[in-house]
């Protein structure tokens, strides 16, 4: 059964620092990987998806990889900002099941000014 | 482009009642989702429809019915609300199957 988990639960950092959200899964068969952020309250934004073709993929501040043999998958965030503060979700598309994403229960990351 | 768009955004039921969330979106988009979000336990499944006039069962679809009748309305639907149906609703969009989700901002409800 994929099972989906996200380490640390929770991280405080300074503003600027560079920092490292790990997602890992069980089962490498994975069709697809897509990190979230949610704000407090609100719904979650899609940051990137990478197909199981696919080593990585970048956004501004933000570069996510996959490595499916070791079935891990992560956020890396540069230059940190207050405004990154959020929960931070990954999930993963189960290729036994391939409607169903299996969800992490997300790293809260707070970035202090 | 408004992308997903729940109503509403608030609600608090008593035991017993029904109600309907609706799930909206302009994007064209064939996959519709309904998840719940709980402390602790993350995003679950609980109905999803693969195309207009399609449904299907997700991991927790007891209480719930939805339908599709439109492309672009997902309907979710408490026949009768109980405590343990308080959460927080989401929906989701995606165009074709393994491109990826859109949501929408999520609708809170409170069963007391």
């Known amino acids: 059964k994929q099972e989906v988990t996200q380490i640390p639960a929770a991280l405080s950092v300074p503003e600027g620092e560079n920092l490292v959200l790990n997602c890992s899964f069980t089962d490498s068969a994975i069709y697809n990987l897509q990190w979230f952020r949610q704000d407090p309250g609100k719904g979650l934004t899609s940051l990137l998806l990478?197909?199981?073709s696919q080593r990585e993929q970048t956004s501004g501040r933000l570069n996510a990889s996959l490595d499916k043999s070791s079935g891990r998958s992560t956020l890396y965030i540069a230059a940190s900002q207050p405004g990154d503060s959020a929960t931070y979700l990954c999930a993963g598309r189960d290729a036994g099941n391939n409607r169903k994403l299996i969800w992490g229960l997300g790293t809260s990351l707070a970035v202090n000014p | 482009n408004a992308g997903v768009t729940q109503t509403p955004k608030f609600r608090v039921l008593k035991t017993g009642q029904s109600m309907t969330l609706l799930c909206a979106q302009d994007m064209n988009h064939e996959y519709m989702y309904w998840y719940r979000q709980d402390p602790g336990m993350g995003l679950r499944l609980i109905h999803y429809s693969v195309g207009e006039g399609t449904t299907a069962k997700g991991e927790v679809p007891d209480g719930y019915n939805v339908s599709r009748l439109k492309k672009q309305n997902f309907l979710l639907g408490l026949e009768s609300a109980a405590p343990s149906q308080t959460s927080v609703y989401f929906c989701a969009s995606e165009i074709r199957w393994n491109y990826g989700y859109t949501f929408g901002s999520g609708t809170r409800l409170t069963v007391v």
């Open positions: 990478i197909q199981s």
